[in-house]
Every structure is written in C-alpha cells, then in structure tokens.
C-alpha cells in the first residue's frame, strides 16, 4: 500500500525523531542517544519513515560469531525502536523483512539479537540460540582462597592482547563473538566507567584475564570482561576476587551454562541474578552451514527441508555432507518431502523437515534435535536424529556481550 512506510537509511535530520524514539523505547537521555549513534555509526542504522519522518529504526553490529569452532559472519541488530503510534500497524515486521533481505544480500549469513518481545522476532523468522547468565556469587564462599599466580595490573590496557584471548576462548565453545568497535568500547576503560584490567601471565604468554568496574550502591563487584584458557587462570581469578571480600559482599558475571568459574569453585553457593536468552536467524542456510565448524573425525550426510516464507530463495532442500571439520552443502529440487519417506530421490540417509527458526536452535547447538522433536519445532525419522545429534553435538552456546 503506498501509505506504507518506507525503508531507508539515516540522515542527519533523522536525529530528533531519534531522540524521541530512543527516550520512549530505552528512557535514553539525549546525550547518550547521540554518543550512541555516533559510536555504532550513523551510517549503521536504518529508519521506517512516513512522509518523511523516522517513525522507527534499528541499529546493524557487523561482527562475526564462532560456531563449531570457525567465525562466521554476523550482522547484530541492536536498537530496535517503533513509535507507539506505530506499533501494532506492521511496521515493525516490515522492518525486520527489509533488513534481512538488506543483510542476506550483503553476504551474512546469520543475524543475531537480544529479543525486547520474542513474537515480533520469530515472525520474522529467528529461533532462540542460546544463553547469557548473570552469576551471583557472595564472597563468603571464597574468602581464603589463594593462587601462585598473581594477576598483574595492565596499564596501559592493550586491546590486541585482550583480543587474542576473546578469540582462543570463542574457538573453543559456541556463541562468542569476534566484537564490533560498540562491544569493545564497552569492555575497555572510559571516562564514562573507568575499568581496571588485570592479566593473569603464564609462561607462554598471558593465561586469562578480568576487568573490574566500580562497585555499585549494594556493594556489589561486577566482572565487566573475563577470560579464563586455563584451569590455572580460572583459579587465579576466584583468588583474586576472594580478596575484594572485605569491601563488597557479592561479586557477578555472565557466563554460559558450563561457566569455567562455576565448576572451578571449592564449594557451592553461587546463584543466577540473571538469565536471558538470544536468538539467531539464518538468512543464508547454504552459507551459514558451510561457514561454520563441524566436529572432527566424522564424515555423516544430512537432507533438510527448510521452510522459510520470508526470503525468497533461502528455503527448499540442502544436502549437507560434513567430513573432517568441514561442510559441503548442496541445494537440491524439490522441498516439503515427509521425513519418513527418507531423504528425498536416491538419498540413502534420512532427512529433517524444519523451519528457518527451527534452523537457527539447531544450528548452534541449543537444543538437541531429540528435544526439538519433543517440542513439535522439526519432524524426521529416528536415524536422521541420531545423524544430527552427531553433526550438531558441542558446547552448548552463550554470550557474553549484550547488545
């Protein structure tokens, strides 16, 4: 209909409306809305706009996220933002449609978001992929602990070091990003948050890492950043928190569903302050397969029928062939086959009939495909869920950074 918003880019005279939009979406101030925009880039937001005013808009993250071991391009949506007026009238969903063709034609093939409302996300087709926990854990369970390693004050902080680290850690579960200049802003000293980084060195250079920022009014002490390659370097940080005991009575963090703190404890006692869960979407189901890591010592074949009514040429029927850490993926003809009639014309293995949405909680491992049967989320025969237990098998998945 021509009284449709459009889909455009930011311009300069777009910052009021954004003010606005911004204010009844997050309570942003106009100082933040501004030093916001200008640090992810205006030229990285999008707006819907009726007749000529910004009536909603989002914010584009291009990152990367590891999977299976590789990093995969992904474009992060942030700032999602709809005028009340505008809200129930489509806009939203239009947005999301637009954007994900936009970000499927720039060449990533997955997309990822902290979900504000679940519904409007999965009508787009996102699946949930994963976890980000927010531990709490009182001093009083690690007060005497101590470590041969001491960690050491790093001044100036050098964000290459902490990057090698992120990367090494991100290769060795699933969900971490390789951050944008956002996330790293965030992680790093500010004038805004001064922060304190202390590394903890090994012989062959530094074992892990933690950021402290200020305590906050409850005397709480928050991890900002962390980084643990090591059992060593995992004890040597609970070490170093125990002695904050004296001046604050709990320390958090966020962390995964097997956080390495966690199960480095001496004793029990930590609680979940938090628990959220993001979600992902696949807008190149050949790219996103072929892009990621697979495990090695295998070689499996997979038939899926992907159903995705929202990017024209995304869904249909791939033949996945994964040996040795590596995927070859192969569109085929035909789509919709019953998966009890096997993988389709002259496949030997089974195949599994899914949605795009269902595609992404599979993809990164959050649920086994077993419990996405129970679930109702993808329909196959019994050896076709045994071959994708196999393929899709590691790390469950979690972030760390929001955005």
């Not at 643990?228 to 928190?241: D, E, Q, S, V, Y």
């Not at 029990?268 to 050949?286: C, F, N, P, Y």
């Not at 070859?328 to 096997?342: I, K, M, Q, Y």
């Not at 949405?357 to 990164?364: C, K, P, R």
Request: hydrophobic share 40%; net charge neutral.
């Amino acid at each position: 209909m021509s009284d449709q918003p459009a889909y455009t880019s930011y311009g300069p005279s777009d910052m009021d409306r954004f003010l606005l939009l911004f204010r009844h979406a997050f309570a942003s101030t106009a100082a933040g809305t501004r030093h916001y925009v200008e640090t992810v880039g205006p030229e990285n937001f999008r707006v819907m706009r009726r007749n000529g005013s910004a009536v909603a808009g989002l914010g584009l993250l291009d990152m990367k996220q590891y999977f299976g071991g590789r990093a995969v391009r992904c474009r992060g949506i942030s700032a999602v933002m709809v005028e009340p007026g505008e809200r129930g009238r489509g806009t939203g969903g239009r947005m999301m449609a637009a954007m994900l063709e936009e970000t499927r034609a720039a060449g990533f093939p997955v997309s990822t978001l902290y979900p504000a409302t679940r519904p409007l996300y999965a009508k787009a087709g996102y699946g949930t992929a994963g976890d980000r926990i927010t531990y709490r854990l009182p001093f009083g369970v690690l007060r005497g602990l101590r470590s041969d390693l001491g960690p050491e004050l790093m001044a100036p902080v050098v964000r290459s070091t902490l990057e090698d680290m992120q990367a090494e850690r991100a290769r060795r579960t699933n969900g971490l990003l390789a951050r944008c200049e956002l996330l790293w802003q965030r992680a790093l000293d500010s004038a805004a948050k001064p922060l304190d980084t202390w590394l903890i060195p090994g012989a062959g250079g530094p074992e892990g890492y933690l950021t402290l920022g200020p305590k906050s009014s409850d005397r709480t002490l928050h991890v900002e950043d962390w980084a643990a390659l090591t059992p060593r370097a995992g004890r040597a940080i609970l070490a170093f928190l125990a002695g904050w005991h004296s001046q604050a009575q709990a320390v958090t963090w966020a962390g995964g569903p097997e956080d390495v703190l966690i199960h480095l404890m001496p004793e029990v006692g930590a609680a979940i302050a938090s628990w959220e869960q993001w979600m992902l979407r696949i807008t190149d189901v050949a790219g996103a397969l072929t892009a990621r890591g697979w495990p090695m010592g295998v070689r499996a074949g997979l038939t899926l029928d992907v159903n995705d009514p929202l990017l024209a040429g995304n869904g249909g029927r791939y033949r996945l062939e994964v040996e040795d850490g590596a995927a070859t993926v192969e569109r085929l003809s035909g789509h919709g086959s019953s998966p009890a009639s096997g993988a389709g014309s002259g496949q030997s293995a089974a195949g599994i009939s899914l949605g795009v949405d269902a595609l992404a909680t599979l993809y990164t491992g959050h649920l086994t495909p077993r419990t996405m049967a129970d679930l109702g989320l993808l329909e196959a025969r019994p050896a076709a869920l045994d071959t994708a237990a196999t393929l899709f098998a590691g790390p469950k998945p979690w972030l760390s950074d929001m955005f």
